[in-house]
């Protein structure tokens, strides 16, 4: 805990409380002087180009790759999630510097603008594309490595610097890494960790940034978006979520019991795309749920570091009193407890993975991102729009996931379910994969991360509109008597409701048309 700016902050071992190592925070008055020294970097970066930022990341990326096993059981033991999702992370986080250096040269050259109307047509017309200048990243301990680099890997291949903020609760993942650019050479302020709580948080954002880049809670995006928007400053927020599965009728149900505990109970449920609420067929929804059961049973629960560890701890007391208040509430209201329900009984933080029924949408873990290992499941009644009615009630809109056999009604209850982003028979992986897309609706945020829109992001357009020609334009003064005649023929030409008004139309601009310059 910190008790004032420029203290320690102290990470510990949420599977045993063990104290992991300590990283100075950020003084704040120190927090514009970081930013100062960012911006007189950027200029140098930018000029490296593409190719030249690609060969720096690049190296990077070798650096973490060579660093992977100690990376991984870094962040393994600071998140407590089992080592495999850990190296998971380290992979994603190489497969995002890659890609954005292979691909930001074609994603941000000049793109060619066709104009249509040849009266105003220049010999060239484009669009190009310029770097914001500084971004900030504010990214969440759930994942310290993925989240951070998705972001800060598009705004470094697009000629930005990036000033990084991550959680105060997994401050040495984020040292490990800006140590790594360190020994990759990356230049001196292209990419600053400042270690810290909210307070440093906020003052980043108040600082001289050009974009602001945050993942976390709703209440803080909040925040965040009034902050930049009173300075005009842009940002993506990828906010809270109450993920829906929808289940079809014809859901093979094997696969999809198989495929929503994996999605629930995946970090310990410490997901913002994770499986929240579950959304079936009444005609399935009984067999689909003993299947589920015996599934979630099967889970152990431990260290991430043991091999045999599905579930991992909560990440603190906070969490885990939040994930007991939610699942107690329900039950309160009538809710049927079918497994967990209770905090583990042993050394560290555990909450046993649990799944409810008849659960109602006054229910707390119904109304409220959970985060934690809580799978209530809901019976619906109507068919698929009533399954699309059900999950569409909820201020979040960031994924959801469909589940049937029938790819084209599948695929057609996915395009009305309101959220950023929404898997058929899968879900949450491509989070990982730098080439699609992420980012919510609704309360669940603005902005993309990922992919050409990712990169988009961190980029202002900029229309270049030439007349190398040297010759004056005919709407240019002196006017002529016949201007406003010959601007309605152009209508009548390019508009015209038949090919005879716009012949008539053609014959009016010939009529009218401009005296030479």
């Known amino acids: 805990m910190i008790e004032a700016p420029g203290d320690r902050l102290v990470s510990h071992d949420p599977a045993t409380g063990a104290v992991l190592g300590e990283v100075a925070a950020t003084p704040l008055e120190e927090v514009g002087a970081v930013l100062a020294r960012v911006r007189f970097a950027q200029p140098a970066w930018q000029e490296r180009g593409y190719h030249g930022r690609a060969i720096a990341l690049m190296r990077w990326r070798d650096a973490i790759r060579d660093d992977r096993d100690g990376l991984a059981l870094l962040l393994s033991r600071e998140n407590g999630k089992p080592l495999a999702e850990a190296m998971a992370e380290v992979l994603s986080a190489c497969d995002f510097l890659a890609y954005y250096a292979s691909h930001a040269h074609r994603f941000l050259k000049d793109q060619s603008v066709q104009v249509w109307n040849p009266l105003l047509r220049n010999p060239r017309t484009y669009v190009t594309f310029v770097p914001k200048g500084v971004v900030g990243v504010v990214s969440p301990w759930n994942y310290p490595l993925l989240l951070a680099m998705a972001s800060v890997s598009g705004a470094l291949a697009a000629g930005n610097t990036v000033v990084h903020k991550p959680s105060e609760l997994t401050p040495l993942v984020a040292a490990r890494v800006g140590e790594l650019a360190r020994k990759a ?69 094997d696969f999809t019991a198989k495929g929503l505990v994996w999605g629930a109970f995946l970090n310990a449920g410490q997901t913002c795309a994770s499986v929240e609420r579950v959304y079936v067929d009444e005609a399935i929804a009984e067999p689909l749920t003993e299947r589920i059961v015996r599934l979630t049973r099967t889970l152990s629960v431990g260290a991430g570091q043991d091999p045999a560890t599905d579930v991992g701890p909560i990440i603190n007391e906070g ?128 902005g993309r991360v990922g992919g050409q829109l990712g990169l988009l992001e961190y980029v202002e357009s900029k229309l270049i509109d030439a007349n190398p020609s040297g010759r004056e334009r005919f709407y240019w003064y002196p006017s002529w008597p016949g201007a406003t005649a010959f601007i309605s023929s152009a209508i009548e030409t390019l508009h015209g409701a038949s090919v005879g008004d716009r012949l008539r139309g053609a014959m009016g601009l010939l009529r009218n048309w401009p005296p030479r310059r």
């Open 185 to 253: 050479g990356l230049p001196e302020g292209v990419f600053t960790v400042i270690p810290g709580d909210g307070r440093v948080g906020a003052a980043l954002v108040a600082g001289d940034v050009n974009h602001v880049c945050f993942t976390g809670s709703v209440a803080t995006g909040r925040k965040v978006a009034v902050a930049c928007a009173e300075r005009f400053v842009s940002t993506s927020l990828e906010l809270g979520g109450k993920d829906p599965a929808l289940v079809l009728p014809d859901a093979d149900l």
């Open 319 to 446: 969490q885990l009193a939040k994930i007991d208040e939610q699942v107690r509430d329900a039950v309160q209201k009538g809710a049927k407890l079918l497994l967990g329900g209770h905090r583990l009984e042993r050394p560290g933080q555990f909450y046993a993975p649990t799944v409810l029924t008849d659960v109602t949408p006054d229910m707390l873990l119904m109304r409220e991102e959970t985060f934690g290992p809580v799978l209530p499941i809901v019976r619906v009644s109507g068919g698929s729009q009533e399954l699309v009615r059900a999950a569409n009630d909820s201020p979040f809109a960031l994924s959801a996931t469909v589940w049937g056999r029938d790819m084209a009604r599948a695929e057609d209850v996915a395009r009305q379910v309101e959220a950023g982003v929404v898997w058929i028979n899968t879900g949450i992986a491509s989070y990982g994969v730098p080439a699609t897309q992420r980012g919510g609706m609704k309360e669940s945020g603005v």
